[in-house]
Every structure is written in C-alpha cells, then in structure tokens.
C-alpha cells in the first residue's frame, strides 16, 4: 500500500493499514501511525508524527452552486520538521506547515494556507483556504478561522472563536475579506468577528464580543456590539 | 472487502482498504476513495465522489438517558447524482440527499434528514435527525442544524451557527421544535435561534444574534437579544 | 491486525480492517465495527459497541510553545459495560468511561478525563484534560468542555456550549480553572462561561448568555453580559 516511487528517510515507522501515494518524499525518524492515508506528491520534513485516520494532501472540491471555485492546480502540502499532526485530520495540498507546528484532532486546513513556526492548531479547529497565520501563534479548540484571514505572529485565539469573511452573506457582492489579527492579539472564547474588522497590535476581545468594527492596539473589547472597556 | 451482492455501474474507482457491506447500489463513474466504510444497502448514484475515512449507512445507538429512541427500522441513505462528500464524515441511514450536493469534510448528518438539489453542508457541519433541508441552500463550516428544523430553500447560513429545540433544556416537557427558516432566509456568522423561532423569508439575522422571537420577513435583527435593527 | 496479547470475552466481533495492539482487554458481547485502532493497553468491558474510524487509547503530544506538557505516564483508557462510541471518534488514554455513557461521533476525549454512569458526549463535543463530569449528564452536539471543569450530577449542556480556562488569554499568569457545573445546573445554546465561574445548583444560563460572574442556587441568567432574569 505504499507506492514504489516513495522515497522515505532513516528511522521511519509506518502502522498498520496505511495508504502512501506516488511521489510522497519522508524524511527521517518519521511515524506514520495507523490506518492514515498520505496522498500523491506530499512532502514530510524530519522528526514528524502523524496520527490516525489523517488524510493529507487532499484536492479540493466544489458544486454547481459554490461560487468561488477552488484552484485545481496546487503544488503538493508541504510539512516542516518536528511537527505533530493528531487523528482524524484533512489537510489539503496547496498548504504550508512550518517547523514545529501541532495540530490538534479532528483538525482541517484547506488549501493555499500559510502557518508559521510553532504555531498550535488546536483540536476541531477548521481553517480555510487563502489564510496567513503567523508564528507562535495560540488557536484554542474549536475555532473557526475563515478564508482570506490573515493572523500575525504572538496572537491568542481562545476556544470556540468564529470568523466571517463575506459581509454580503451569499448574496452576491464578492468583496471577500476575513478578519485581520494584528501582532500579539488576544481573543476571548467564542468571540465572533465580522469580515474584514481589524484587530490591533496588542488588543484585546473578550470572552463571547461580537466585533463589528476596527478595535484599536492595546484597546480591550467587550459586549454584542463590541465596546471599548469602561468607554 | 467489497461483498459479492454489491451492484457496481461502469467506470467505477474504488481505493485501498474499502469496506463495502452486502446490497450496496453504486451508479456510474463514481470515485470511492481508500478508507472508506460504505454500509449494508446504500444507494449511491452516478458522478460521485467520496472521500477518504467516511462511513456512510450508520444505524442510530442510544443510552439508558436518552429520552427520544431512534427508529430502528429505516430505509437506506440514499445518495443522489453529482454528489461530493468529503473526508472523515458520518451519514445514517434513512436519510435522502439530492443531487448536486456537497458535504464537507467532518460532517455528520443523523437519520430521517431530507437535504434538496445542489444544497452545501459545509465543513464540521452537524444535522440532527428529522431535518428538512430545501434546495440551493448554504450551510456553512461548523454551523449545528438541530433536530426538528425546517429550512426552505436558498436560505443562507453562516458558519458557526447554533440552534436547539428543546424549550426545556432536558427538564422534561417534550415539546421539541427547531427553528423555522423560510425560503431566502439569511444567518450571520455565530448567531443563536432558540427552539421553534420562525424567521420570515427574505429576512436577516446578525452575525452574533441571539434570536428569542420570530422575525417578521425582509426584517433585519441583531444583539443579544435580538432586536429590529435601527427599530 | 489483532496482537497475540490481546484477551477478548465470548461473543465478541470484531469487523474489517481493525487494529488492536497489544495487552488490550475485551470484555463479552463487544462489537468493534470496521477500520477502528484499539491502542495498547485499553481495557473494555461488556456490552460496548464501537463505530467506524474511532481510536481508543490515544497518547497526548506536545510541542515547544505548549505551556502545559501533558503527563507521559498515564494508565490504560478504561471503558466501563454498556457503552456506545461513535465514528471517528479520538479517546485518550488515563481517561475513564463508566458505564452506560453514550459517546457521539466526532468526539474527542484528552486523558485525565472522568465520565459518570448514563452521561451522554454529544457528537462532535470536545473535552479537553483534567476534567471531572458526574453520571445522567447530557452534553450536546458541538459543544466544548475545557480543561479543569468540572460538571456535577444531572447537568444539562445545550449544543455549542463554549468555556474557558485562562483568565489571562495565554499572557503567562498560570491559574487554570474551568467552570464549575453544580448538580442540575441548565445551560442553554451557544452560551459562553468565563474561567472558573461557579453556576450553583438547579441555576439556567440562558442561550447565547455570556456568563462573567457566578450565578446563584436556582437563578436564571440572560445576556451579554449574563444578568439576573428580571433582576
């Protein structure tokens, strides 16, 4: 079940079960637990784990009425060193995961995505395709990051935080444009922000805000609408 | 691992490590990919494509607690033309989908759920039984349809959406109801609907809302609780 | 696929592609559906049904940015009798399942985790580490427990439930606490609580309530912030 053309390091584990496709390139002191499914062309660096039932390098997919079709051109997913990838995952080519980056079960990362060094992806967090997410950034359990996102370095995300990146809900004005999190940014549990909002350097939403507009650096967020601390 | 009562069409791809169980019905030019469980007396039609690590078929379980005992006795998932179904979903049996639908990656849909032409159930999208789901209808990533709901067509929701329909919270009187959605509906990212809420066709619930009342049609609610916006 | 270690009870069966590893204990009348992993050590008792694309007995994994390493010596996954496990489901080990409990799919379970007799995990419900949760608990669909929680007898959870267990969002102030669930607390959908508030026993947390503070023995609270109903 493993393709001739794979070309694996030293040291690598492979469980039970597992389908490597053609032209996948190992690195060394790899282990590829059970029942996963690695497919064609994708590129795995050195001292990386992957779980059970994780798919990756998946081709996006699309239907009549999905307005934004996917690129089906994409260059193979690319895995840095040392990076841990837990059950029950898709991650899709077209995608970069750098040096020492974790991501938690139940875990799906689109296609064209872009994460920094260290950076943990917590379980059930759901990425979309087009997002930039910085280095040693925090995203909790549960998240929701949308398309066309863009997260600098040092930011915090706490659980169950949604994003939205189409301001005309499906009805056809197509300035798509997700969140953007400045460096060092805090965001509470199951914050919401609207497309496009800003979140400066430093700032802080709380736990449950619903952000609606531009929050300042260093400025603490609170309340549906969002508002400024004792403002 | 396919049984020998399973039907085949023509130019029909099948994986590695695919269990198919006895009665299965797979049309033409369908793409079953490696790790997948397809269960006894699924029909799955012509131009399909399944993705890896997804069960289709699963039967209802309960526990002791549970008051509300699934059928038992339940025709086949039926599974329409032109149909996408991504990685790592569960789909139960009794339940229809109509052609040119797409299911997302980690999506789980209970039995008893009708979903219309050309639908998309997003990503880590959960349905509950005894849904109906009408045509050309969004539902985007992490959104939780809850049983009993009712969602014409072309209605529109964000990701992350969240409903119930027990009025009672497990205190006993069984009076479940969902949400109401009419044909054109549209749901902000993140936004709450109590049980048996009805908002009208054509009408806009915020991202972040929490809906305790109906929504009269082409009306606009936002906050927590939802209020008429400028109203 | 199955280790020469491994001990199983009568009328056990066990479907296609199945790996269980070594020393795990099986009790009597186990179903273990197709394309599961039973991970070393597990032990499971009688009557337990097991779904499609469920791993039991998971280690944690870590990496440099994570501030809390996760224990490594830990004791085997402990599956008590008459208990139902969803598809695609991931359950750590040092974690304990009493009997009854019904598991949905999509679920995800850390170490260091208790569940009490007949509680129900709905799908796609997160549980982070260290957290306590007593018997007849119903949590549902898509909801998130975090770490350090702990959930009393006879409390019920809507879906999309969100918590929190640092205060400090990440910025380095270490006094992890969840909430705390006194008996028969109610909380409704997509309702958020704060780290280690106190809801006090038979209180309602409304849904989509944002709940900053402890809420008293049998008060209701509403809103964003969460306020006495009423009050």
């Given amino acids: 079940m493993i393709d001739k053309s794979v070309v694996t390091g030293k040291n690598v584990q492979i469980g039970q079960n597992v389908v ?19 497919k064609e062309g994708t590129i795995i660096g050195n001292y990386v784990q992957i779980e059970e039932f994780t798919v990756l390098g998946s081709a996006p997919f699309t239907n009549k009425k999905m307005v934004r079709k996917p690129h089906q051109k994409l260059p193979p997913l690319s895995i840095g060193s040392h990076v841990n990838i837990g059950s029950n995952c898709v991650i899709y080519k077209g995608t970069n995961i750098s040096d020492g980056v974790l991501i938690g079960d139940l875990a799906s990362i689109r296609e064209n995505v872009n994460i920094g060094n260290h950076t943990i992806v917590g379980r059930n967090v759901i990425i979309e395709h087009h997002t930039n997410i910085g280095k ?21 995300i706490g659980p169950c935080f949604a ?3 189409d301001k005309y809900m499906g009805a056809g004005n197509y300035e798509y444009q997700g969140p953007i999190l400045k460096k060092g940014a805090r965001i509470g549990s199951n914050a919401t922000l609207l497309p496009g909002v800003i979140i400066g350097k430093g700032a802080i939403v709380g736990a449950g805000a619903v952000v609606t507009k531009n929050v300042e650096k260093k400025e603490t967020v609170v309340g549906n609408p969002a508002r400024k601390l004792n403002g």
């Fill in 20 to 38: 490597i496709e053609k032209d996948v390139v190992i690195g060394d002191h790899v282990t590829i637990n059970h029942q996963t499914v690695i």
């Fill in 136 to 156: 040693n950034v925090t995203i909790q359990t549960s998240s929701y990051v949308t398309a066309d996102m863009m997260i600098e370095d040092d930011v915090f």
């Fill in 163 to 165: 994003s939205a990146n």
